[in-house]
């Protein structure tokens, strides 16, 4: 894949503002998008399984919920060190690598007739997405042409959209009740893998090319604040994407029990309802990017966070119809963040793009899963309609945005 460059050799350290939209290298950011949606779609696959695995290997549900441990410590807690790692040794051709470990975590699932095996399986498919989310980032980014927030919405979307595919493929192999099927989904990763080759040569260029530029790529990675400030600024992020995530685990996970319960609707009617959700969710995360490249990604996180306060409030209280009507507002308004929070982190530490990727991935992965976790135990303990009414003041968070300092430069 070729580079485009919007500045001749002569113009020495183009400011970002600066940055011509023919720079965005578009085939590598809709490259690694479809990496990323191969990779997310191997992710969801993994506990749509459970069922089969469950009945062929006669496991428990304390097993099950060890599968899914090995998978979150592998997927989650490793890739900030992956990313801090390749920021200071870059390897163009990891991705390639992370897409081999994931292709040998599904070829051995498929095979797997004793449970350590299938630990083993799920450990393996973590960490080809541990691998894979920080350097795809960064990859996101170098081909972004000073488009930021459009490259990482158009990559993180991918993800979306392989995180909804993983369930309705499975459901074919749930159909025919036969774990050896799971091997036809090694075609993913080898797909991915031949993507990311591709990518991989184009990144170890890039690199070439930076590495002749030492002035301007210093010039990109200077970090604009002092260290206790960009440390305050993360410990804020880290809690709007806490509450982000929380409340997307609590209509993700929840949202069709609470349907069933309050409105005593069939299970094909509340699942329609959460597609709606879903699909505001992605159409959210598309949007959040660009918009975050026009007016700033402070001004995003104030109303992607805090703007999905009043819908979220009106929610317990809401008919059938405005139910909806809100769900698919809160989907577009809070899914919106996840780019212009990813990105002002990255703009916080130029100089450790694949750590703050990593971190903040693995953190929202790791967040989503434990507030599935926790609700469904409140839950069982109260109602579904509490955790509803609690979750929804989870927005309000959205106020701690007044402690970000500004760090983009205004758009001209």
């Known amino acids: 894949m070729s580079s485009a460059t ?20 578009l085939p590598v950011i809709l490259a690694v998008s479809s990496a990323h949606l191969l ?14 695995l469950k009945d062929e290997l006669h496991i ?24 801090l790692f390749t920021d200071r040794h870059p390897q163009p051709f990891s991705l390639a690598t992370g897409m081999v470990f994931t292709l040998t975590g599904v070829i051995l699932l498929s095979v797997a007739h004793t449970f350590p095996l299938v630990i083993g399986a799920a450990a393996l498919i973590g960490f080809g997405s541990s691998i894979f989310h920080p350097e795809a980032s960064r990859v996101a980014r170098l081909a972004s042409g000073g488009r930021h927030g459009f490259a990482q ?88 994407i806490f509450s982000k995530y929380f409340y997307l685990a609590c209509l993700g996970s929840y949202y069709t029990f609470y349907l069933i319960d309050t409105f005593h609707v069939s299970v094909q009617h509340a699942q329609l309802l959460l597609f709606l959700f879903l699909a505001a969710v ?21 109303v992607s966070i805090l703007g999905a306060a009043p819908f979220a409030l009106l929610l317990p209280y809401a008919s059938l119809f405005w139910c909806a009507v809100l769900t698919v507002i809160i989907g577009v308004v809070l899914a919106s963040a996840f780019s212009a929070i990813l990105v002002y982190a990255q703009e916080l530490l130029p100089n450790r793009v694949g750590l703050i990727s990593g971190l903040f991935f693995g953190f929202a992965f790791g967040m989503g899963g434990i507030g599935s976790a926790v609700l469904g135990r409140l839950a069982d303990h109260t109602s579904i309609t509490y955790v509803f009414h609690l979750c929804a003041y989870l927005p309000l968070l959205g106020l701690l945005t007044a402690l970000l300092p500004d760090v983009t430069r205004k758009p001209a």
């Open 60 to 83: 428990n549900f304390s097993q099950v919920g060890l599968i899914t441990l090995a998978f979150q410590l592998t997927a989650s807690i490793l890739q900030p060190f992956v990313g």
């Open 6 to 25: 919007a500045t001749s050799p002569s113009t020495p350290n183009p400011a970002p503002s600066a940055v011509s939209a023919a720079a965005t290298v």
């Open 282 to 302: 992605a159409a959210g995360t598309i949007i959040g990017g660009p918009v975050g490249d026009r007016i700033g990604r402070k001004a995003v996180i104030w």
């Open 153 to 240: 919405s158009l990559f993180q979307v991918g993800g979306n959209a392989g995180s909804a595919l993983g369930p309705l493929l499975a459901s074919v192999i749930i159909a025919h009740r036969s774990q050896s099927r799971i091997a036809w989904f090694s075609l993913l990763p080898l797909v991915g893998f031949l993507i990311l080759t591709r990518v991989g040569a184009w990144y170890r260029d890039r690199l070439a090319h930076l590495k002749r530029s030492p002035a301007a790529h210093r010039a990109a990675t200077t970090a604009p604040l002092s260290t206790g400030r960009v440390v305050g600024a993360i410990a804020v992020l880290a809690i709007l």
């Open 39 to 52: 990779n997310d779609t191997i992710q969801s696959l993994l506990p749509a399984l459970y069922p089969i």
